[in-house]
């Protein structure tokens, strides 16, 4: 019965890492970001984060985005320097269409770099976007 549930994989959504300056420690940091580039609203956006590499992975987070306005962007997490070289998964899901929809992101080790950086949409910034 399992087989015959079909969760259609969500379009127009993108989780990025964009370099940003924060004033309170003085430093650049990584922050990661949903970005809906839909034209509609999406409703109980799930988010859950977590990195490994061959030894060492880390704790897994969940986060309620809540409902997020067509072409705008919300921060999830700052992500820090030591788990750069992990592979980072972001599983989203959320409702639009009357349906439920995911999609699964990847961050393979060592991608997020300020070379590798590109122009992203809905944000005026550059970044990386996740696989």
């Known amino acids: 019965m399992q087989k015959d549930i079909v969760i259609p994989q969500a379009e127009n959504i993108y989780i990025v890492a964009i370099n940003e300056w924060d004033e309170s420690i003085l430093a650049a940091l990584w922050n990661v970001y949903f970005i809906?580039?839909?034209e509609e609203k999406v409703d109980t956006v799930l988010v859950l984060s977590r990195g490994?590499?061959?030894d060492k992975k880390t704790t897994t987070l969940r986060?309620?985005?809540g409902n997020v306005?067509?072409?705008s962007a919300i921060k999830i997490e700052f992500i820090s320097d030591e788990?750069?070289?992990f592979t980072n998964e972001y599983l989203v899901t959320f409702f639009a269409e009357n349906l439920l929809l995911e999609r699964k992101f990847t961050f393979a080790p060592n991608s997020i770099a300020e070379e590798k950086t590109v122009q992203l949409p809905v944000v005026n910034s550059k970044g990386i976007i996740a696989k």
Do not use: F, G, S, T
């Open 83 to 85: 788990v750069l070289a």
């Open 69 to 71: 306005a067509p072409k």
């Open 36 to 38: 809906n580039n839909r």
């Open 63 to 65: 986060r309620n985005l």
């Open 52 to 54: 490994n590499n061959a």
